[in-house]
C-alpha cells in the first residue's frame, strides 16, 4: 500500500475540483486532487461549451445571472488559452413570445449583464444563416471554452503551488474517528494499488457522485439528482457566436461554436444513474428540429457525434424530484459537521462551469473558516500557466501555427489540424495515457472522420516511436474506436453514415480488428 498525506484532499477532478485544488494550493496548504479517471471526464468532459454571459439566467434565476457576468470576465482573463470571445446573440424566433424579450431586458438591467439591443440588419450580418423571421436581436458576452483545457489549467497551476493530482484514483473508503475525517483511501486503477491518504480536511467535489462520497464517511442521504442533457456536435461552425433563444430557459435553444464545430444543446431529464446516460433518438431529432429553428437547414448539416452528461442538481424542495429543468443551478455547500456531525468535510456541488472559480472561493473560505485560519483567496488576481499572455484562443491558431512548420512536421488528424509532433509531445508527458485522454488534449479524431483515419495513423506513430508495444497499440486503438462509437450510433444518416460505413469497412475488412489477438494488459478504462 501507498501512504501519502496532505493537509487538504480533493475528491474528483472536474472543474469544480480542479478549482477547489487550485485555491487550496495556492493559499498555502498541501493538497492532492484524486479523480478515478482522468481530469474532467465526468460532466466537465461532457457539457455544452458555453461560457454564459448570464443572459440565459436573467429572468429565471437573477442570482445566477450575476455571478455568471462577473466570473465571466474573471474566467475569460485567467484561461486566455482555453476561451475564445465568440461574443452571443439572443434571438426572438417566428415560434417566441415578443413579451418574453421586454421581461429579459429588464432583467438584464436588474442583474447588471451586458446586453445590448442590435438591430436586425446587424444581426443578420454577424449571423448571416440565422432564421430570417427573427423579431428581436440581443447581443450578450457569451464565449466559448474549452472545459478539458480550463481544468489542466488550473491543476497545472495548482501542480506548481505544490499540489499533487493523481489521476485514475478512486475513493474507495474514508476513514473517520472522534467525530472527524482521518482518511481518504484510493485503488490505483492502472496499477491495482491501495493508495491511503492521511487528510486534516477533506473537500467532496465529485459532481453527480458526491452523495456517494459523502456516503463513504457516514453522511447519508446527500441527494444530488443527475439531470441528463445531450448535445450534439456538427461537422461546421454554422454560427461563429453563441445563439441563444430569448426565452424562458428550454430545451435545445443554444448552439455553441467549439473549435471547430459547432454544438446545439441541450435536454434536461432526471436520469438514475449518472454512469449510464442514454442518448436517445427522440431527442436527437428534437435538437435537430430545435437546431433547424435558429438556423434553417441545420438538420441537413452533417451530425459528427453526439453524447450526454449529467448536471449535478441538488434536490429542492420547491420543485418535484424528476422535474430537474426547473431545480437551481444555484451552488450548494454542504457543512457535514453541522449537518451529519463529521468534522472536516465539506461537500461542493451544484453551480456551472462557467462558475467553477467561484464555488471554489466559497467552499474554500468555509474551510478556513472552521480552521480557524482565514487566508485570502487570490485565483482571480493570477492567470494559469499558457494564459499569462492574455490572447484568447482563435480557431485558427492550428492554421498559422501550421504556416511554420508544414515542411518539417506531419499532420496526422487533418480535421483538427493536429501534427505528429503534437502527438508525440503529449505521449512524452502521459506514457500511460489512453488515446481518449490524449484526444481530450488534442481533439485526436474529434473531426468528420471520428478518428477512422488519424486514429490508425496515430497508433503506427506510438508504435514506431516505441511509447507501446504491439499488443497495447491492438488494445488502445479497439478502446478508442469503442468509445468513439458510442456518440455515433445515435445520429447515424446522412453523410456520416457513408463515413462510419468507409471506417467500418477499413476496420473490419482490412485491418481485421475486431479478430486480433487479445491482449494481456489491462487498459479498458
Ligand atoms: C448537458 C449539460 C450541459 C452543460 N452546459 C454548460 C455550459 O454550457 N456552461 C456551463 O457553464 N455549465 C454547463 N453545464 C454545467 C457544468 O458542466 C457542470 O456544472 C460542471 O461541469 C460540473 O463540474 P463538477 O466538477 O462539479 O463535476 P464533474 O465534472 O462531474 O466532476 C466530478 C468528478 O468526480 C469524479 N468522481 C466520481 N466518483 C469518484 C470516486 N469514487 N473517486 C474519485 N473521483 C470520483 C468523476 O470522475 C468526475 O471527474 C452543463 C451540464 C450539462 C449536464
Not at 468532459?45 to 439566467?57: E, I, K, T, V
Not at 500557466?385 to 512548420?405: C, F, I, M, Q, W
Amino acid at each position: 500500500m501507498r501512504r501519502l498525506s496532505a493537509d487538504v484532499v480533493v475528491i474528483g477532478g472536474g472543474a469544480t475540483g480542479a478549482g477547489v485544488v487550485r485555491d487550496v494550493a495556492m493559499r498555502g496548504y498541501s493538497a492532492i486532487l484524486v479523480d478515478r479517471a482522468d481530469l474532467a471526464q465526468g460532466t466537465t468532459g461532457r457539457y455544452h461549451g458555453l461560457l454564459h454571459s448570464g443572459g440565459r439566467y436573467v429572468v429565471s434565476d437573477p442570482r445566477s445571472a450575476t455571478e455568471c457576468a462577473e466570473e465571466n470576465a474573471i474566467v475569460t482573463r485567467i484561461h486566455a488559452d482555453a476561451v475564445e470571445r465568440t461574443g452571443g446573440l439572443f434571438v426572438v424566433t417566428p415560434a417566441d413570445d415578443l413579451e418574453f424579450s421586454d421581461r429579459f431586458l429588464r432583467g438584464a438591467i436588474d442583474t447588471k449583464v451586458p446586453v445590448e439591443e442590435i438591430s436586425l440588419a446587424e444581426a443578420f450580418k454577424r449571423e448571416p444563416r440565422l432564421n430570417p423571421g427573427i423579431q428581436r436581436a440581443f447581443a450578450v458576452q457569451d464565449g466559448s471554452v474549452d472545459g478539458w483545457q480550463m481544468v489542466w489549467g488550473a491543476a497545472n497551476s495548482a501542480k506548481n503551488y505544490g499540489a499533487q493530482i493523481l489521476t485514475y484514483h478512486e475513493v474507495v473508503k474514508i476513514d473517520t474517528a472522534d467525530g472527524a475525517v482521518k482518511a481518504v483511501h484510493c485503488v490505483d486503477r492502472k496499477t491495482g494499488e491501495d493508495v491511503a491518504i492521511e487528510a486534516g480536511f477533506v473537500i467532496n467535489a465529485a459532481g453527480a457522485w458526491s452523495g456517494r462520497i459523502a456516503a463513504m464517511a457516514d453522511c447519508p442521504d446527500v441527494e444530488v439528482v443527475p439531470g441528463r442533457g445531450i448535445m450534439i456536435a456538427m461537422n461546421h461552425r454554422l454560427v461563429n457566436h453563441v445563439v441563444n433563444r430569448c426565452v424562458y430557459p428550454a430545451d435545445g435553444d443554444i448552439i455553441v461554436p467549439v473549435h471547430t464545430v459547432c454544438i446545439i444543446g441541450t435536454t434536461d431529464v432526471k436520469a438514475d444513474d449518472p454512469d449510464h446516460l442514454s442518448i436517445p433518438r427522440d431527442e436527437v431529432q428534437k435538437m435537430l428540429d430545435d437546431g433547424d429553428l435558429l438556423v434553417p437547414g441545420f438538420r441537413e448539416a452533417r451530425a459528427v457525434h453526439a453524447w450526454a452528461g449529467a448536471r449535478p442538481l441538488v434536490k429542492d424542495a420547491r420543485v418535484s424530484a424528476t422535474d430537474t429543468r426547473h431545480m437551481s443551478r444555484g451552488m450548494s455547500v454542504l457543512d457535514h459537521a453541522e449537518r451529519d456531525g463529521v468534522k472536516g468535510l465539506l461537500t461542493i456541488t451544484g453551480g456551472k462551469l462557467t462558475t467553477y472559480r467561484l464555488m471554489a472561493e466559497h467552499v474554500v473560505d468555509q474551510m478556513c473558516e472552521q480552521l480557524g485560519d482565514p487566508r485570502p483567496c487570490r485565483t482571480a488576481d493570477e492567470a494559469v500557466p499558457k494564459s499569462e499572455s492574455g490572447a484568447n484562443y482563435l480557431v485558427t491558431h492550428r492554421l498559422g501555427e501550421r504556416e511554420h512548420d508544414r515542411l518539417d512536421d506531419q499532420v496526422l488528424c487533418e480535421c483538427e489540424l493536429m501534427t505528429k509532433k503534437m502527438f508525440v509531445e503529449a505521449l512524452d508527458e502521459q506514457p500511460r495515457g489512453s488515446f481518449d485522454d490524449l484526444r481530450r488534449q488534442l481533439r485526436l479524431g474529434m473531426g468528420p472522420c471520428q478518428g477512422g483515419f488519424c486514429s490508425m495513423r496515430a497508433t503506427g506513430v506510438a508504435l514506431e516511436t516505441g511509447h507501446i508495444d504491439i499488443d497495447r497499440a491492438t488494445e488502445l486503438l479497439r478502446l478508442f474506436l469503442k468509445n468513439r462509437w458510442i456518440g455515433l450510433w445515435p445520429i447515424l444518416h446522412g453523410e456520416q453514415l457513408r463515413q462510419t460505413a468507409l471506417d467500418n469497412w477499413m476496420f473490419h475488412s482490412t485491418l481485421n480488428i475486431d479478430h486480433l489477438p487479445e491482449s494481456t494488459q489491462e487498459v479498458a478504462l
